[in-house]
């Protein structure tokens, strides 16, 4: 009786020890998004590194005018890294004609940008930035393609695009 007891219990603890093993894998998964070190770097530093255009937008949060980006015509595979530090932040799969006049895309890559809220125009909206050197990059919408429905509306002064055929920049400090 006892030794059946035993058994019955082990029975019952089988599947969550297999639950266990899921969630473990599950949150193995979440953390494989890169955590991006911040640079201690004053942002006037950037100043010498980036022309004038792209300093204003990164570290004014000044706006291109819509549709002055040659990047809105860029189609090939490729990253778009941040225009100061060279952090990757989108992957061209990710790339969408939004008609906005702005580069825009469904998702950034994970962990490569930080948030705060801006209520520059009253509504408050979600002003995203470069998480290595705080460069401002844009603002994130919800009315975005399907599944994700994000429109991450992004100014093309902030991004350099390298196209998959070269390598990547070394990151700048
Ligand atoms: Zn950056």
């Not at 860029?74 to 989108?90: I, K, M, Q, S």
């Not at 940008?113 to 603002?139: M, N, W």
């Amino acid at each position: 009786m006892q030794r059946r007891t035993l058994l019955q219990r082990l029975a019952l603890l089988a599947p969550a020890l297999l639950i266990g093993r899921y969630v473990s894998a599950a949150a193995n998964t979440e953390a494989a998004a890169e955590t991006i070190q911040a640079l201690d770097k004053a942002h006037e530093a950037w100043r010498s590194q980036v022309s004038a255009d792209a300093y204003a937008v990164l570290f004014e949060e000044n706006t291109e005018r819509s549709g002055s980006s040659p990047l809105n015509d860029e189609h090939r595979d490729g990253t778009f890294v941040c225009a100061a530090c060279y952090l990757p932040l989108f992957d061209s799969a990710s790339k969408f004609n939004s008609g906005t006049g702005w580069p825009s895309f469904t998702q950034p890559i994970a962990g490569h940008v930080g948030f705060s809220r801006d209520f520059k125009l009253i509504l408050p909206r979600t002003e995203y930035h470069c998480a290595r050197c705080g460069g401002h990059q844009g603002h994130r919408f919800d009315d975005g393609p399907a599944p994700r429905n994000e429109r991450w509306c992004n100014n093309g002064l902030a991004l350099n695009f390298i196209p998959k055929t070269a390598a990547l920049p070394a990151l700048r400090s």
